[in-house]
C-alpha cells in the first residue's frame, strides 16, 4: 500500500542546483521519519540524509552537509531535497525511503557532469 514516488532529476553541471520531490501514499506520511538514499553506478547504496516526521530535525552525510537541504510539507504528503553547488560525485540515483527501510520508491536519475 505504501508508495513513494520521486520526481526532479535531471542533468547539471558542476555547481549547479536540483530539488527533488518524494510524494508519498498509504501511510500516515507525518509520523514516520523520511530518507533520502542513493546509489552511484557501480556502487552500493549511501544514505543521504533523514528528516524527522515534524520535518524540524535534519541529520545529513558530512559530504553533503551544507549543500543539501532535506524539508517535508505534510500538509501535501511530500519530502524534498534541494542540492546546491553539485559535484560530479554527486551523480546517482536518488531514493527516497520510509524510516525502517523496506519502502523504497522508483528513484530518480541525477548526473551532475561538465
Known amino acids: 500500500e505504501v508508495q513513494l514516488v520521486e520526481s526532479g532529476g535531471g542533468s547539471v553541471q558542476p555547481g549547479g542546483s536540483l530539488r527533488l520531490s518524494c510524494g508519498a501514499s498509504?501511510?500516515?506520511?507525518?509520523?514516520?521519519?523520511m530518507n533520502w538514499v542513493r546509489q552511484a553506478p557501480g556502487k552500493g547504496l549511501e544514505w543521504v540524509a533523514i528528516?524527522?516526521?515534524?520535518?524540524?530535525?535534519?541529520t545529513y552525510r558530512d559530504s553533503v552537509k551544507g549543500r543539501f537541504t532535506i524539508s517535508r510539507d505534510n500538509a501535501k504528503n511530500t519530502m524534498y531535497l534541494q542540492m546546491n553547488t553539485l559535484k560530479p560525485e554527486d551523480t546517482a540515483v536518488y531514493y527516497c525511503?520510509?524510516?525502517?527501510?523496506?519502502?523504497w520508491g522508483q528513484g530518480t536519475q541525477v548526473t551532475v557532469s561538465s
Open positions: 528528516i524527522n516526521g515534524g520535518g524540524d530535525i535534519h
Open positions: 525511503v520510509k524510516s525502517g527501510f523496506s519502502d
Open positions: 498509504g501511510f500516515a506520511f507525518s509520523n514516520y521519519p
